[in-house]
């Protein structure tokens, strides 16, 4: 299941790398691209896990940067 999502706040090219790198490692996602200049995000996941997965990934991109705000696309 691919889920978009917008990444309000997002000012920093290298921190789209480095959330778009932890996301990848976290157990049930398949894919993730992170474009900082459009600010979005699309995350194809596991669908049996999916509500686990999403708030690691948001979890893991507040570590990163506190100030970005996910939402739903």
């Given at each position: ?13 290298n921190c789209a790398a ?41 979890a893991a991109i507040n ?10 696309a």
């Amino acid at each position: 299941m691919t889920k978009k999502f917008r990444l309000k706040g997002l000012d920093c090219a290298n921190c789209a790398a480095k959330m778009e790198n932890k996301i990848s490692k976290i157990k049930g996602v398949n894919s993730v691209n992170i474009n900082f200049m459009t600010m979005k995000m699309s995350i194809d996941i596991e669908d049996s896990k999916s509500d686990e997965i999403l708030e690691s990934a948001v979890a893991a991109i507040n570590k990163i940067d506190s100030k970005v705000v996910v939402k739903s696309a």
